[in-house]
């Protein structure tokens, strides 16, 4: 028999272990009754707690936990009910199933009065024992298993608290392995704490207190520091901006900064923010940009000196043309048959010398963005047609067109390139044969693939790709007429339009030239 | 009007159009005189010396590129003055580019011509000069 001031649990053997067993409290002021109780549920594995009243009741259950109460209703001095009231009033004993033990006959009011107190069951007297360690049976096992789900729940945090820490620390050694450094401020910009990668940074020894910085002495500029401070407060947040700003000894670095506001439990500001070096990137772009821009000036200015550059060439050229004519004209009648023929050669090479300087200017103003517009293919065959007609007809040519389709692009340069094209398929034709010049387009991946055809004289294979340099001619001056720049003015202008350009040839059948130009869709 | 012979004004620095016009005159037959100022400062000096005799070219010729000052600034010059504005002025250029065309016009030239590259074209310019601009060339 247990004095009732001490808690000490009833050893029982092949039961669980002492203290982790669950505890029953048995209240009741009479000690056979005690008795009684204490021989019904002795053999259940449990450990009996006695109290003799509700007030040694409610002094126990301050240091103990119970599956479950038996309270007997009347007890003199605190009744059942007024413990009951009381256990339920504490919040460490809010939950704790009570077993009303009453001997009277239960009316209504009693049992309605004991529930709303709280009580979960009734046990009335005389005691049935197998019902009463049925009911406390269960209280035991439902105490039991969530004493289990807390276990297994603590276990649960407790590993989650272990794999968030791991993960923290294998984060933070790749931010450091990245050279990526992390860092919290005060919202003044006194730093509270920085990793190894932002001290390597900025060139600051690890063992220098971090408090002793102020992140505004690593900018440049102060205005920098206060436009990104303003957008950090508007929006709450700085993402991966670059900045100037200089290291502890002061040499110039450009950085990737990124910024949040936080705010903690106890309503601190703080920043947090990530910094990353990219100097080496930003100069590389700085120098690309301004790479750019020479490059423009200078092809801005190629293009003024090329114009005016012509220019000047025509003048003189106009001048001997003129003259020539001029002396012919005035002095043809002294001038014999040879002297006519020099004149000739004069005059000849003074226009060839024109064509070539439009030629060339025309090549060198190819790729300056022009105007894109919808070209209908099949009219600029047409003019090209219209301009060649004097040599398509003395050349007997049988012309083979198929429709072409409509593409985006400069409508005079595509023109150039049909009319180049379409002129050297007749102008390079096999002697005693009619010429043939086919023409058609068919879609490809890249758009659409034009071909024209030829059954001329063909070009060597050594020489396919050779043929759109400028200047690069296939045949001496005599035997044809040109000036070796119109193909090169061909590919220019296809590859101004994303295109390319070549040409399938046997020597002595013909050669086809194919030219590729981007759809509309 | 002009009460003495009849003169052209060629505002041209290159010696050489300026001869072959001469030479194109002359094969036409025409008795004009014609006048070369080889700068606009020149030109304009000539005009207001032969204006201050009671003497207006009936036609002028300017070369769009003369050199120090650009024809342009001649033909704004021309165009702000009463007693020049209405003689027919011709923009003579070795340049093709449409814009040097329409400006020309919109600053108050007669017409734009493009320059000669062999003898029967210029023949063929006096021509059109005579029959269009200027009956009395």
Not at chain 1, 117 to 139: H, N, T
Not at chain 1, 408 to 418: A, E, F, N, S, T
């Amino acid at each position: 028999m247990k004095t009732p001031d001490q808690a000490v649990p009833v050893a029982e053997p092949d039961k669980a272990p002492v203290g982790d067993r669950a505890k029953v409290l048995l209240v009741d002021d009479r000690q056979d009754k005690l008795t009684a109780l204490e021989a019904v549920l002795g053999g259940l594995d449990l450990d009996l707690v006695m109290a003799k009243s509700g007030k040694e009741a409610l002094r126990l259950l301050l240091a103990n936990e119970f599956a479950v109460i038996l309270l007997d209703v009347s007890m003199p001095v605190m009744d059942g009910f007024e413990t009951a009231a009381l256990i339920r009033q504490r919040k460490s004993s809010e939950h704790t199933p009570i077993i009303f033990i009453t001997a009277m006959s239960a009316t209504e009011t009693h049992v309605s009065r004991g529930y709303s107190l709280g009580a979960v069951d009734y046990i009335f007297a005389p005691v049935v024992p197998e019902m009463l360690r049925a009911k406390v049976s269960v209280f035991l096992d439902l105490f039991r298993k969530s004493r289990e789900v807390e276990r297994r729940a603590d276990a649960l945090r407790h590993e989650a608290e272990l794999r968030a820490e791991q993960l923290e620390s294998r984060l933070e050694s790749l931010l450091n392995r990245l050279n990526v450094g992390v860092f919290r401020s005060t919202p003044a910009g006194d730093l509270i704490n920085a990793n190894p990668a932002f001290m390597r940074i900025f060139g600051i020894n690890p063992s220098v207190n971090p408090a002793t910085i102020n992140l505004g002495q690593l900018y440049i500029r102060q205005q920098d520091r206060s436009e990104l401070l303003a957008e950090l407060r508007r929006t709450g947040r700085v993402q991966e901006r670059h900045v100037r700003q200089h290291r502890i000894d002061h040499s110039p670095i450009w950085v990737s900064l990124s910024k949040t506001l936080v705010v903690d439990s106890k309503g601190d500001e703080f920043i947090d923010g990530m910094v990353e070096d990219v100097t080496v990137r930003k100069e590389a772009e700085i120098a690309l940009i301004a790479k750019a821009e020479e490059l423009a000036r200078s092809n801005a200015e190629l293009e003024e000196f090329a114009y005016i550059a012509s220019h000047d060439l025509q003048e003189p050229l106009r001048m001997v043309s003129s003259y020539s004519s001029l002396l012919e004209a005035r002095y043809g009648s002294v001038i014999d048959e040879n002297g006519k023929m020099f004149l000739g050669q004069v005059v000849d090479s003074a226009k060839r010398m024109q064509t070539l300087i439009r030629d060339i200017l025309t090549y060198s103003k190819l790729g300056r963005g022009s105007e894109d517009s919808l070209v209908d293919c099949n009219e600029m065959l047409e003019r090209a047609h219209f301009n060649l007609q004097p040599l398509f007809t003395e050349a007997n040519v049988e012309f083979h067109r198929e429709h072409l389709p409509t593409i985006r692009g400069d409508p005079v340069l595509i023109g150039q390139v049909l009319q180049n094209l379409l002129g050297n398929a007749v102008k390079f034709r096999r002697d005693g044969v009619r010429p043939r010049v086919d023409i058609s387009a068919k879609r490809v991946a890249e758009g659409w693939e034009f071909a024209i055809s030829d059954n001329g004289i063909g070009i060597p294979g050594d020489c396919l790709e050779r043929i759109f340099h400028v200047f690069h001619r296939l045949h001496g001056r005599d035997e044809y007429e040109g000036t070796g720049i119109g193909l090169a003015i061909c590919r220019k202008a296809v590859q101004r339009h994303g295109g390319t350009i070549r040409v399938e040839s046997t020597v002595g059948q013909g050669s086809t030239f194919y030219f590729t130009l981007p759809a509309t869709d | 009007m002009p009460t003495s012979e009849p003169f052209i004004l060629m505002v041209e620095d290159n010696r050489g159009d300026a001869l072959l016009f001469q030479e194109a005159l002359r094969e036409r037959g025409s008795s004009v005189r014609l006048v070369v100022a080889r700068s606009v400062e020149e030109g304009t000096q000539i005009l207001t010396q032969m204006a201050a005799d009671g003497e207006f070219p009936c036609l002028i010729l300017v070369d769009l590129h003369i050199p120090r000052q650009d024809g342009r600034a001649f033909l704004i010059l021309l165009g702000s003055d009463d007693r020049f504005a209405r003689i027919p002025t011709i923009m003579l250029s070795s340049s093709q580019r449409e814009f040097d065309r329409e400006e020309c016009l919109r600053l108050g030239a007669d017409s734009f011509q493009v320059k000669p590259s062999d003898w029967l074209s210029y023949l063929a310019l006096v021509d059109s000069f005579k029959s269009y601009w200027a009956p009395s060339v």
